[in-house]
């Protein structure tokens, strides 16, 4: 069929004109359930894959093991496909294959080739995104997908697919307007990944429950950190063992800090759990650490004698892993911080760890619909305990001022969303737009 050049009587031409229009196709932002997307896969014959799968859930960690998951595989040889969300700076970023973002032109033939499909079938924004990756991945024959899952599991549109393995890095409080209000009810759903006779790895130390009860009612092949397989090293290396493989001295990638240990540690036994269909050398593992990328996690850079140390962390638990990581640091004479979150996340929880680090709060916004007013959110702030708040309108005000006042020894600590550390990366030219031509991989510069 041929693709339609209008939708909705909307002229689409452009990447940004697509994106815009998905986020009027669905009522609304987020929509859990599974009939409307498995009604389009079917529609595409995307319903049986001609690949391997591993869904990636869980409340912190996800991007980390998807990143190292990516780059192991690739350093084996496989022709990896991977799926994130949500991204820093563009949405190609969402879209992955063999390491290399989706280039504009390929995925606006993506979404006129959903168009035709999905008939009067609406599809939320992620849902959208989540058919266009699997339909680029079996255009390019990828040989394994990686896919994040983006609020949940059990009715998150990646589950979906008949996975071949699961992963569930962490299980904290967050999404709870969605997922429940206790640990309990968010591990039900995020053991919806898991799969009657595979594997079923859990990298959380104290996992709740509802999730061990349902994998053992699916009867899946569960295998937990701390019984199957564990992780120990210090700051620069660290030991994987399992149920049959071991290895020492492994490289701890750039990004993130301790809690990659566990992250790391579930990704080798994923890995080990998959060896049958997809071997991989164990001289491949520690390239691939060492190879893997990911920005906005312990992010650190430095730019004219003073430290910028970005982190998505956007709740409670992610956030009390950033300040943990920060203390551990050298002491700098002062301390900033650059601050914005979304409405449904807890600010308390999130601001508690670092009210006795920051000597100076610059709040702000972010585009995001959902962002808290900087107005507001200064005297939230206040409330809270942080003394000397400042309120900017928006991100790029916010990093002008702090780097103009800032001096030689100070640290600056970015954080509380991906709303605001992808723009406030932009506005310190951290970041580029990689070229739709060549290679992707240099997407954001070092220190």
Same mark, same amino acid.
């Given at each position: ?12 031409? #452009?990447?940004? =004109?697509?994106?815009n229009?998905?986020?009027?196709l ?10 409307? +997307?498995?009604?389009v ?9 001609p690949?391997r ?16 998951? =990516? ?12 799926f994130?969300?949500p ?6 970023e ?11 032109e390929?995925? !606006?033939?993506?979404? *006129?080739?959903?168009?035709?499909? *999905?008939?009067?079938? #609406?599809?939320?924004?992620?849902e ?6 699997l ?9 394994l ?16 697919i ?9 299980v904290?409080?967050d ?6 209000k =206790? ?9 919806? +990944?898991?799969r $009657?006779?595979?594997p ?13 009860i ?12 701390? *019984?199957?397989? =564990? ?6 290396t660290?030991?994987?063992?399992g ?7 492994l490289p ?9 240990l ?9 890995i080990?759990?998959m ?8 001289p491949? +593992?520690?390239?691939?650490?060492s ?19 970005f ?11 950033f300040?943990?990581?920060v ?8 301390t900033?911080?650059i601050f914005?979150?979304m409405?449904?996340k807890?600010?308390s929880?999130?601001?508690a ?7 100076r709060? !610059?709040?702000?916004? #972010?585009?995001?619909?959902? $962002?808290?007013?900087?107005? +507001?959110l200064?005297?939230l702030?206040?409330t ?7 309120s ?11 780097? *103009?006042l800032?001096q030689?020894?100070?640290r ?12 406030a ?8 737009i990689?070229?739709? #031509? ?9 220190t």
């Open positions: 069929m041929k693709a339609k050049p209008y939708v909705n009587d909307v002229n689409l031409n #452009t990447l940004e =004109d697509w994106l229009w998905l986020e009027t669905h009522p609304k932002e987020i929509e859990l359930g599974l009939d409307r +997307i498995r009604c896969l079917d529609k595409l014959s995307l319903v049986e894959l690949f799968t591993i869904i990636v859930g869980g409340t912190n960690g996800k991007g980390s093991c998807v990143a190292m998951l =990516d780059s192991i595989y690739r350093c084996a040889g496989y022709r990896v496909g991977a994130t969300s991204h820093l700076w563009r949405f190609n969402r879209i992955r294959f063999n390491g290399q973002e989706i280039f504009d390929p995925l !606006i033939e993506l979404f *006129r080739c959903i168009e035709d499909a *999905r008939g009067l079938t #609406t599809l939320s924004y992620f959208y995104s989540v058919v266009a990756a339909l680029y991945f079996v255009r390019n024959k990828v040989e997908a990686l896919l994040e899952v983006g609020l949940g599991g059990r009715l998150d549109a990646v589950n979906t008949d996975a071949d393995a699961s992963l569930v890095v962490s904290e409080l999404h709870q307007d969605w997922l429940g =206790d640990r309990e009810s968010i591990g039900r759903e995020k053991a919806g +990944i898991f $009657s006779g595979r079923a790895v859990v990298a959380d130390r104290n996992p709740p429950e509802s999730l061990l349902h994998a053992q009612q699916l009867g899946s092949s569960l295998r937990l950190i701390g *019984r199957d397989f =564990d992780s120990s090293g210090t700051r620069d660290w030991n994987y063992k149920w049959g493989l071991s290895k020492e001295n701890i990638p750039s990004f993130g800090g301790q809690e990659q566990d992250n790391m540690a579930g990704c080798l036994a994923i080990e759990s060896n049958e269909c997809l071997p991989v050398e164990l491949v +593992i520690p390239r691939g650490l190879a893997a990328q990911l920005a906005g996690r312990t992010d650190r850079h430095v730019r004219g004698d003073v430290e910028w140390i982190d998505v962390a956007h709740n409670p638990a992610a956030a009390q892993v300040a943990d990581e203390i551990q640091l050298p002491s700098p004479r002062y900033w911080a914005a979150t409405r449904d807890d600010l929880g999130v601001a760890p670092f009210i006795d680090v920051v000597d709060w !610059i709040v702000t916004s #972010t585009d995001s619909e959902r $962002s808290v007013n900087a107005e +507001i200064g005297g702030m206040k809270e305990g942080a003394s000397n708040v400042c900017l309108a928006d991100v790029m005000a916010a990093c002008k001022l702090v780097g *103009r800032a030689s020894g100070h600056v600590l970015v954080f509380g969303s991906f709303y605001l550390v992808g723009p990366m932009t506005a310190l030219a951290l970041y580029s990689p070229s739709q #031509t060549g290679d992707q991989s240099a997407r954001w510069t070092g």
